[in-house]
């Protein structure tokens, strides 16, 4: 290896990060991500205690807080001592963290799921002598020969089934409250749910809440006003799903190759880094572009990887978990990933993080704010409500990236996370502001000069403030990760001294542990 070559330099970081992980647990220091062990007290538990009425218990319902308070201590010990050989797994443990936290503070504090929580359940319909001529479903009788038009949910077998809410069991056998309980917990947008984020297709909310009334199949859009579109037939979603994996597989391939032969991506803004040459691709363009290339770069990579992994976990909960855990049955409940870029042009740097960016931790982001609504401490839609709801969410997104960063085995500094979520939601507030002070002049403008402004604002300020995560993902180490298992790019010669196409590392695949008591062991690594 020479100093000229930042992909054999990878390399040697990689197996330094891994032997000072190994070395650490050896030594008791450390800890490796374990499952189950780590994944029982922030969402095992939860999913018991959830299971058990207790609207009609005061105690146990304020047994919660003592649930919580287990959930924080395990999940704050866990950040200070679990880590993984495997860079990207390394990176999740505080992600995994800190947002199974933040999504119990949502179960348990900000929300009261068995109190006002209620989810679509699907039940055989009940045949009666007018069901050969109406569908009593919350919507008129549709005859298939006569139109072409879907006017309920794609998926939706009205014929055969009814569609209901059903709030939380209470009278019920155990094994369906825990059902219940752990579709709860176990849904990140909330499809399927009358809590359903605004901007994916869900169904109209219950006229009248805990009535059990018939769930308005009609209502759920093919596509959302923020760009989210369902799939019209089980062939729409494969080929689109599919779709989405290959494209992101083959840009993960190329961007992974391109990064290695950039110092930037595997040091970071160092001094050693700078003391490198420039890939040719980055060595032919003028100085102030150069950067501007690698922050691209950086939003096409997390966009196919985030793109990637949750297309494959749609794909195998789909076609290969729903066989066994009926979790999400209707095709209506699954859909895109990311919503529309229209709603950057639209909306600014607002659109960009609350409607195109993808929403999975939205409902745990707008918790607080939410609450402090209902609970009448903030008027509605007012200037206060939005700024702490602003604040309350990129807070939470700061704090959640920032433990990713400290759980890597490399050092980082974990408050650049923080601050690059801070100034995406100063953004945000500098952008409404000026647009509301400027409001008579711009209403003038023409479509086109309004969206081209702001997309001009989001380019730039994203540009001007996104350093911080930058550097953290350099020096914590997650491009070194190997995001495919076989490099098509590498086949034909791309690599820079690494020609090998299988990618997959077995020494850092999950595998068996051995923890030294029993219910420390498990998969992990």
């Not at 538990?45 to 609207?55: E, G, K, Q, S």
């Not at 055989?124 to 919350?138: E, I, L």
């Not at 939706?156 to 089934?161: L, N, P, R, S, T």
């Not at 966009?303 to 909960?317: C, N, V």
């Amino acid at each position: 290896m020479t100093v000229s070559q930042p992909e054999a330099l990878a390399a040697a970081l990689l197996a330094q990060h891994r032997a000072a992980f190994k070395a650490d647990v050896a030594a008791g220091r450390a800890n490796p991500l374990n499952i189950p062990y780590h994944f029982i007290p922030a969402f095992v538990l939860p999913i018991l205690y959830m299971a058990v009425p207790h609207t009609k218990r005061p105690w146990l319902y304020a047994a919660r807080w003592l649930v919580l308070a287990v959930v924080i201590l395990f999940n704050l010990d866990m950040v200070r001592t679990t880590s993984s050989s495997n860079v990207a797994i390394a990176y999740v443990t505080g992600l995994w963290a800190v947002w199974s936290i933040m999504h119990n503070l949502t179960m348990l504090v900000w929300m009261r799921p068995q109190f006002d929580a209620e989810r679509v359940r699907r039940h055989p319909k009940v045949p009666t002598p007018a069901s050969k001529s109406t569908v009593s479903n919350g919507h008129a009788a549709h005859s298939q020969k006569s139109s072409q038009v879907r006017a309920w949910a794609p998926g939706a077998d009205v014929e055969k089934y009814d569609y209901t809410w059903q709030a939380f069991p209470a009278s019920a056998p155990f094994s369906e409250r825990l059902y219940w309980s752990f579709e709860l917990f176990a849904s990140f947008r909330g499809a399927g749910w009358s809590w359903a984020i605004p901007t994916i297709p869900s169904p109209q909310r219950p006229e009248k809440p805990l009535s059990g009334e018939k769930v308005r199949m009609d209502t759920v859009p093919l596509v959302t006003h923020a760009g989210y579109a369902t799939y019209p037939t089980e062939r729409a979603f494969n080929v689109a799903k599919l779709r989405a994996v290959a494209v992101a597989y083959l840009v993960l391939d190329v961007i992974k190759v391109a990064m290695m032969k950039d110092p930037y991506f595997v040091l970071g803004s160092t001094a050693a880094a700078a003391a490198l040459p420039l890939p040719r691709h980055l060595a032919l363009l003028p100085l102030w572009l150069v950067p501007v290339v690698r922050h691209l770069m950086i939003l096409f990579g997390l966009y196919t990887a985030i793109a990637y992994l949750l297309s494959m976990h749609d794909l195998i909960q789909r076609h290969v978990v729903s066989r066994f855990i009926p979790a999400r049955p209707e095709l209506w409940q699954y859909s895109s990933v990311f919503g529309s870029p229209v709603a950057v042009l639209d909306r600014g740097l607002a659109g960009f993080w609350s409607a195109w960016w993808h929403q999975t931790f939205r409902i745990d982001f707008a918790g607080p704010g939410a609450f402090l609504v209902k609970r009448g401490h903030l008027a509605p839609r007012s200037h206060a409500a939005q700024l702490i709801g602003l604040a309350a969410a990129f807070v939470q997104s700061g704090l959640l990236h920032g433990c990713g960063s400290f759980t890597v085995v490399p050092r980082t500094t974990v408050w650049y996370p923080m601050v690059f979520f801070a100034l995406a939601g100063l953004g945000v507030a500098v952008q409404r502001a000026a647009c509301k002070a400027l409001a008579p002049w711009i209403a003038g403008l023409p479509r086109s000069v309004r969206r081209a402004g702001n997309l001009a604002f989001v380019v730039l300020w994203l540009h001007a403030t996104v350093w911080p995560a930058a550097e953290d993902f350099a020096m914590s180490g997650v491009w070194l990760f190997e995001p495919v298992p076989v490099s098509f790019v590498r086949l034909l010669g791309g690599g820079q001294v690494d020609h090998a196409v299988w990618r997959i590392d077995w020494d850092a695949c999950p595998h068996w542990i051995k923890g030294r008591h029993w219910w420390q062991s498990g998969f992990g690594g």
